[in-house]
């Protein structure tokens, strides 16, 4: 995303932390690391990092395992403070608590290697079309919101630690005490192809191989 997609929003992409959540337990892929499964002889989450590295000033990985293949990688991996395989939020809050210097956080899973080239800027200008704070964007496709496509403001640090110190596990549930902007991608429905079992797996890797 060039300073230019981001005139006016009042948010700079050189301000954008890039969070890749790959600390998953992947119960339903039999445990595998799914950032770790190949896709065309590279790794899932390397694949989301290259279309991810242009749209954010700095990248970041929230991983619990493999911490090692994952810094292979080239960008730094942070676990999480809590102990086990405590969801997403417990990334994205690990993620803001070791003091990332951007205002915003750009989260992305790392099974979602079709991700846009505009979803930084698309998030972007929703949140610069209203009051952006306290504000999240979500990208919304097919009928679905996928809330872990997001773009949120560091300083919900603090929020989140209280949610989660709570036992509060859900994203959604998160989302439901924040004003949410869903943000419309329609035009590109099978960029937020993820992988949650092999028989996705498969078909991601079909789709993949097709023009996209």
Not at 61 to 78: D, E, K
Not at 122 to 142: C, E, P
Not at 187 to 193: E, I, K, V, Y
């Amino acid at each position: 995303m060039s300073a230019g997609a981001a005139a006016g929003t009042g948010i700079n992409p050189a301000g954008i932390t890039g969070l890749l959540l790959a600390g998953g337990a992947a119960r339903r892929m039999d445990g595998a690391d799914k950032g770790l499964l190949r896709l065309h002889g590279r790794p899932l989450a390397a694949w989301v990092l290259d279309a991810l590295r242009p749209q954010v000033g700095l990248l970041l990985l929230s991983a619990n395992r493999n911490l090692a293949h994952y810094r292979q990688l080239g960008v730094p991996v942070i676990a999480d403070n809590r102990a086990g395989f405590q969801g997403p939020l417990a990334g994205i809050a690990s993620a803001l608590t070791r003091g990332i210097a951007s205002p915003w956080l750009l989260v992305v899973p790392c099974d979602t290697p079709l991700l846009p080239a505009d979803l930084g800027r698309r998030l972007v200008a929703a949140l610069a079309a209203v009051d952006a704070s306290g504000a999240i964007a979500v990208a919304r496709a097919g009928g679905r919101v996928h809330p872990l496509h997001a773009l949120l403001a560091a300083d919900l640090s603090a929020d989140l630690e209280a949610y989660l110190a709570s036992g509060g596990r859900s994203v959604r549930g998160w989302l439901a005490g924040h004003r949410v902007c869903e943000v419309p991608f329609d035009d590109c429905p099978d960029a937020f192809l993820n992988c949650n079992d092999p028989a996705d797996l498969a078909r991601l890797r079909a789709r993949f191989a097709a023009p996209h």
